[in-house]
């Protein structure tokens, strides 16, 4: 397995970055390569994704969700994937939004990737992008404020 940790600093509430955050079918618009996120459920996601041309199709299950503290979640078969993402509040309108995921790269070019740091450039972005994003728009685009409890061992 392979991981990446990256933060960016919002300039919106902690409950406006989670809130947005939440809203996983708006990820194409600040996730590179992500071409379409539905979500099946409260607790499952679909996923389709293109990178370096190559195109793969996954479910991801939420396994935690605390609001304005963090979602988690772990891919269910096939690409094997799991993460969080962290909120902090710095004060009244700044965020951190902290992202750690660990995942498994497939075939020689996804493992050349992830040596050369493709995987940890695509996160700070993606990052970035979410920071413009909300920052552009000054409010979410929707919410959910449910609870997932995380699971026990």
């Given at each position: 397995?392979?991981?990446?940790?990256?933060?960016?600093?919002?300039?919106?509430?902690?409950?406006?970055?989670?809130?947005?955050?939440?809203?996983?079918?708006?990820?194409?618009?600040?996730?590179?390569?992500?071409?379409?996120?539905?979500?099946?459920?409260?607790?499952?996601?679909?996923?389709?994704?293109?990178?370096?041309?190559?195109?793969?199709?996954?479910?991801?299950?939420?396994?935690e969700q605390l609001p304005d503290e963090r979602v988690a979640w772990k891919s269910t078969g096939g690409t094997q994937q799991a993460g969080v993402v962290t909120f902090?509040?710095?004060?009244?309108?700044?965020?951190?939004?902290?992202?750690?995921?660990?995942?498994?790269?497939?075939?020689?070019?996804?493992?050349?990737?992830?040596?050369?740091?493709?995987?940890?450039?695509?996160?700070?972005?993606?990052?970035?992008?979410?920071?413009?994003?909300?920052?552009?728009?000054?409010?979410?685009?929707?919410?959910?404020?449910?609870?997932?409890?995380?699971?026990?061992?």
């Open positions: 397995m392979s991981g990446v940790i990256e933060h960016v600093d919002v300039s919106v509430p902690v409950r406006t970055a989670y809130d947005q955050w939440t809203q996983f079918e708006e990820f194409p618009h600040f996730m590179e390569g992500v071409q379409e996120v539905r979500q099946l459920s409260e607790t499952m996601t679909h996923w389709t994704v293109e990178i370096a041309g190559v195109k793969r199709e996954f479910d991801a299950e939420i396994t902090h509040r710095l004060d009244e309108s700044n965020t951190r939004v902290t992202l750690q995921m660990d995942f498994e790269p497939h075939g020689v070019v996804e493992q050349a990737g992830d040596k050369l740091g493709v995987v940890d450039r695509r996160a700070k972005g993606d990052l970035e992008r979410f920071k413009q994003f909300i920052e552009r728009r000054g409010q979410e685009t929707g919410a959910w404020r449910g609870s997932v409890d995380r699971p026990q061992p």
